[in-house]
């Protein structure tokens, strides 16, 4: 009997310490499976992630596209402003240019026809028949009429 009983004990103790085996492998197993659904959810983060990147990808590339055709609209439009305002300078000078030349005209019609129907008149200079300083003086019968400021006046 002691040898089946300690055959029992042996058997007893085997099977204890399976269990324990078993137990462990268990948790184990427990543990294992929670880790992968944390790596599945983590791949599953990361799928969703890569799709956002990707998107966000295309809009910066679509916004960059955006960006440098505004910009080269914008180095257009500037030298189209800046060739505009030349011109208008240039057509600005122009027009002071001319009106310059018709009050200088205008000035030397009523300067001679004035001086044909109104009797002596005297303007300094006017004997060399070349005027090129900033002033002039015109006088009527003596009296001093008017100064005016014009370039170069050929009699």
């Not at 103790?13 to 492998?25: C, G, H, I, N």
Request: net charge neutral; hydrophobic share 40%.
């Amino acid at each position: 009997m002691k040898s089946t009983q300690n055959k029992l004990s042996k058997v007893l103790a085997e099977v204890d310490s399976l269990k324990a085996v078993l137990e462990m492998r268990t948790e184990e197993i427990h543990a294992l499976r929670l880790e992968k659904a944390k790596l599945e959810d983590k791949l599953d983060d990361f799928d969703r992630m890569k799709i956002s990147l990707n998107k966000v990808t295309a809009q910066m590339e679509d916004l960059k596209a955006q960006l440098n055709e505004k910009q080269a609209l914008e180095r257009k439009l500037s030298e189209e402003n800046r060739q505009l305002y030349n011109n208008m300078e240039r057509e600005k000078n122009a027009q002071r240019r001319l009106t310059m030349e018709k009050e200088e005209l205008e000035w030397k019609m009523k300067s001679f026809s004035a001086a044909d129907s109104a009797g002596p008149m005297s303007m300094s200079m006017m004997e060399t028949g070349n005027f090129c300083q900033n002033e002039f003086l015109i006088l009527y019968r003596g009296a001093r009429i008017s100064m005016m400021r014009l370039g170069c006046v050929n009699f």
